[in-house]
């Protein structure tokens, strides 16, 4: 029986270092594909497969300016994608009895106005606090023209959205808040706690914090068909591309402000999934667990994308299930955690469902991994 079972192994071990070739091909004529539909300059792509990397493949053009590709060096902003670094921290300290999810606000910060003291931290992660939000809701930018501070000094005497719990409402004083929290309790910058309970550990050597406008080795810039419309607020696509300027403020680096590599989102993501950053599994499954609402319904960003977690949006469905991070509308950090598969998806344009085509990309693994489960099953 052993030795059938020995077999069996030897099989699938091979059956997948060929099927990964295969589909290497296939995805990489996907995405040029893509490339070509959608006018992506250029992106990285890699597929990780029971805690093997089955390829990293880059593409395109890093710089248009100056046609400089793509390399496996290339930095991208990957904005949003941020938060999946604050939910690990947060998870951190729960981990370490620092912190509790259900606790209100007020026990960790005792400067907050009154109505704000109730709200849980699994609020603030979630989304869910009903709190205003600092940032312009038309254009970009804050609430105040006159800076960070000033954003925060406005946006704490303006009313509460809605009840907590009621409603999925995405917006950045939640993580602002997560920030002051990690910090007070850490009693170090978020970044610097970042980089010694993660990228150190992760061995992210092209992973930093910083804006558009920073010099960086490497770093792609992120470009968009789409331009404000100042009068509507409204962004009107044209067939000209520009670059964006972005300027991610220091008081919540936990929304967003990364620029990093598909190979170093590899290294977080295997690390995470290793036990490196938390112990205890279950903290990583509560992680990923769908947030309810008050009413017992669940609420995300929409399509696929039907639910949020802690710091994560969710694909929530029986099958294949999965937790995608994504961000600026051009990133994606995709975990299958059922299928033993994760993809990372990046690129410099906006406005690219990433995780649409993270969702294709991976089609392709679940047809195989389907047919392994019947030839274990048959033996």
Not at 114 to 138: R, V
Request: proline share 3%; glycine share 6%.
């Amino acid at each position: 029986m052993r030795k059938i079972l020995f077999v069996i192994c030897i099989l699938l071990i091979q059956n997948d270092l060929i099927s990964a070739q295969n589909h290497k091909k296939e995805i990489i004529e996907y995405l040029k594909k893509e490339m070509k539909e959608q006018g992506i300059p250029g992106l990285q792509v890699a597929v990780i497969k029971k805690n093997r990397v089955l390829f990293s493949e880059s593409l395109g053009i890093a710089n248009a300016e100056f046609a400089v590709p793509v390399t496996n060096n290339t930095k991208f902003s990957i904005n949003s994608i941020a938060k999946i670094f604050t939910s690990v921290a947060i998870m951190q300290l729960v981990e370490q009895n620092k912190l509790q999810l259900e606790k209100p606000l007020s026990t960790y910060l005792t400067s907050v106005p009154k109505d704000w003291g109730h709200i849980t931290i699994k609020q603030l992660l979630s989304h869910t606090s009903g709190l205003p939000d600092i940032e312009n809701s038309i254009g970009d930018g804050l609430i105040s023209d006159k800076g960070q501070d000033s954003a925060w000094v406005k946006v704490q005497t303006l009313p509460l959205q809605f009840k907590s719990g009621e409603k999925f409402n995405y917006n950045a004083t939640n993580y602002l808040l997560l920030q002051k929290v990690i910090e007070k309790i850490e009693n170090l910058p978020f970044e610097k706690s970042v980089q010694l309970h993660q990228l150190n550990i992760a061995k992210m050597q092209h992973t930093r914090y910083a804006n558009s406008y920073d010099v960086i080795g490497y770093k792609a810039p992120t470009y968009s068909f789409y331009t404000l419309d100042k009068t509507t607020g409204e962004y009107m696509k044209t067939n000209r591309l520009t670059e964006l300027y972005e300027d991610f403020p220091t008081s919540f680096r936990t929304d967003a402000g990364v620029f990093t590599s598909a190979d170093d989102m590899v290294q977080w993501t295997m690390a995470l999934q290793n036990g490196k950053f938390l112990k205890n599994r279950e903290n990583i499954i509560k992680m990923w667990e769908p947030v309810k609402l008050n009413n017992g319904t669940y609420d995300g960003f929409g399509g696929v994308l039907n639910s949020y977690a802690l710091g994560w949006p969710i694909i929530n469905r029986k099958t294949h299930f999965a937790a995608s991070a994504f961000g600026g509308g051009r990133a994606s950090v995709t975990i299958y955690p059922n299928d033993n598969l994760s993809i990372i998806l990046f690129t410099n344009l906006t406005g690219v469902e990433t995780y649409t085509m993270t969702e294709n990309i991976s089609k392709f693994y679940f047809t195989e991994i389907n047919s392994l489960n019947s030839i274990s099953t048959s033996n």
